[in-house]
């Protein structure tokens, strides 16, 4: 009796280590979209920059705008985002980096959220 089971139940273990079974497991491709996005995309290793450019300028505003010009990067790298709408934001961030740069914090976080409620974020 238990030889019958035992026969029986390896087609079912071997069944079930051969599929999926609809679990996490993915593979892995190179990403395509936003590569040809300056300043944005992977190395030619398929890997993303090990760091996305400081913002010069006070803390106050150079953090936040590194932040979120990480998440926009990440964002498109994944395909969350456009290349022609990271483009733009890209270039909506120029004067804001360049305020921030000049030490004109405030104005640089304000322009900042303008931003990013332009393009839906927080």
């Not at 996490?24 to 890997?47: A, D, E, F, K, L």
């Not at 936040?64 to 395909?79: F, K, L, M, T, V």
């Not at 456009?82 to 305020?99: I, M, Q």
């Amino acid at each position: 009796m238990l030889r019958i089971f035992f026969v029986a139940s390896v087609p079912l273990l071997l069944a079930a280590c051969a599929s999926d079974g609809g679990s996490n497991y993915r593979t892995t491709s190179t990403p395509s979209g936003p590569s040809v996005i300056t300043g944005s995309g992977t190395s030619g290793s398929g890997q993303m920059p090990p760091m996305a450019p400081q913002v010069a300028g006070p803390a106050g505003c150079a953090g936040p705008i590194s932040e979120y010009q990480e998440i926009i990067d990440r964002d498109a790298e994944s395909g969350s985002l456009n290349p022609g709408v990271y483009n733009r934001v890209t270039t909506d961030l120029e004067g804001v980096k360049r305020a921030c740069a000049a030490g004109r914090e405030a104005e640089a976080r304000s322009q900042l959220a303008s931003v990013k409620a332009r393009y839906g974020y927080r």
